[in-house]
């Protein structure tokens, strides 16, 4: 065949793994982002179907989940280009916030009387910062992958989400084994996937990789901001 065909056979969603031992960040990468958007999805569409068991006024709790989206995208946006927050400790903010609020609510009586500290208000903060590590992730994710096997990295990544979004319905209705188990599954799985993103390098300022031999060489651990100042220098 062509070069270009046997290249591009070389360069599939198995290389991930073939080129684990030599570039951590492709392997443990991937098996850290299949979990990281499992988790998401978990939590997302689980908390968006459990606003039913939350009490009050249904259409009013469901109307809710949704506003608290809104101001979710501008501060996303804000954090991930922020040289203190960028996009991997922004996630693990987002994602660890989320599971925290939602242990929290396993702790508070249904009717607490607080305006703050009520398991609906914390179920909603929750879904609020879930909403923008979401957003975070499909960004981090195209930033993390080299260019050779960036649309099937993102692709299984991807089914992984739907995996999540598929067990999410059936969250709510483990209420009936305990009240709080579903905030526990949900508080559990954003901790862990929290975790788990500091395990992730930083993709903020950096070239974006086009193959896995570029992940190894010195240039991908140059800031592009340096690069942006050379070719204003050149022109």
């Known amino acids: 065949p062509p070069p270009l065909v046997a290249h591009r056979k070389c360069w599939s969603h198995p290389a991930v793994y073939k080129h684990g031992k030599t570039v951590p960040c492709s392997a443990h990468g991937g098996g850290c982002w299949k979990a990281e958007l499992y988790v998401c999805s978990l939590v997302y569409y689980g ?10 006024n249904l259409y009013l709790n469901v109307a ?8 979710a995208f501008p501060l996303c946006m804000f954090f991930i280009e922020k040289p203190w927050s960028g996009r991997r400790k922004s996630t693990t903010a987002f994602l660890i916030f989320a599971g925290f609020a939602c242990m929290f609510t396993m702790f508070l009586p249904e009717n607490t009387g607080d305006m703050f500290f009520s398991p609906s208000l914390l179920a909603l903060y929750g879904k609020f910062t879930v909403s923008a590590a979401f957003n975070i992730i499909y960004i981090y994710t195209s930033e993390l992958y080299p260019t050779v096997v ?14 999540g979004g598929i067990l999410a319905p059936f969250v709510p209705s483990m209420k009936s084994l305990g009240p709080s188990v579903p905030f526990m599954i949900f508080g559990i799985s954003g901790l862990s996937a929290g975790f788990l993103t500091l395990l992730l390098p930083e993709t903020l300022n950096r070239p974006i990789a086009e193959t896995f031999e570029d992940l190894q060489t010195p240039a991908y651990q140059t800031l ?3 690069k942006v100042n050379l070719l204003e220098e050149n022109s």
Do not use: D, H, Q, W
């Open 224 to 226: 592009k901001n340096k």
């Open 150 to 163: 960036r649309n099937a990295g993102l692709g299984i990544c991807s089914m992984a989400c739907r995996l």
């Open 64 to 71: 809710l989940y949704g506003l608290v989206e809104v101001p």
């Open 47 to 56: 908390l968006t179907l459990n606003a039913g068991e939350l009490g009050g």
